[in-house]
């Protein structure tokens, strides 16, 4: 597929998507003419991709990480690294302490609410 039903497919912008490419996690044949042309498997890798910049990743992260999971479904395959178990367990801790700041945060408002109420 052309990178224009890419983005309609994925709602990710063509600038997000050379950027992927550039950052090596997104990779396009290229047509006689010069034009990107994404395997149906681009789909669920730019959907995992934004999930993963979602999550709080950096692109150098997701880089890392990618090749260890499957496009279809997400789960893992069995490249992972022991080095990228250990970064991606020092993400989710981080990830831990930002939600327990966002509902501490939460229940400040939630006490200001009530007491602005009356």
């Given at each position: ?20 490419e ?34 709080g ?46 509902l ?15």
């Amino acid at each position: 597929m052309r990178i224009g039903e890419l983005v309609r497919r994925t709602g990710v912008s063509e600038r997000s998507l050379r950027y992927y490419e550039k950052q090596g996690l997104l990779a396009a044949e290229r047509t006689p003419g010069g034009h990107r042309e994404y395997a149906e498997a681009a789909v669920d890798r730019v959907i995992r991709i934004q999930e993963l910049f979602a999550a709080g990743l950096c692109s150098s992260k997701i880089a890392e990480l990618l090749p260890c999971m499957r496009d279809g479904d997400g789960g893992p395959s069995a490249v992972a690294t022991p080095k990228l178990v250990a970064d991606l367990t020092e993400e989710r801790a981080r990830i831990d302490r930002t939600i327990a700041d966002l509902l501490r945060s939460r229940d400040t408002l939630d006490e200001v609410i009530d007491a602005a109420r009356g």
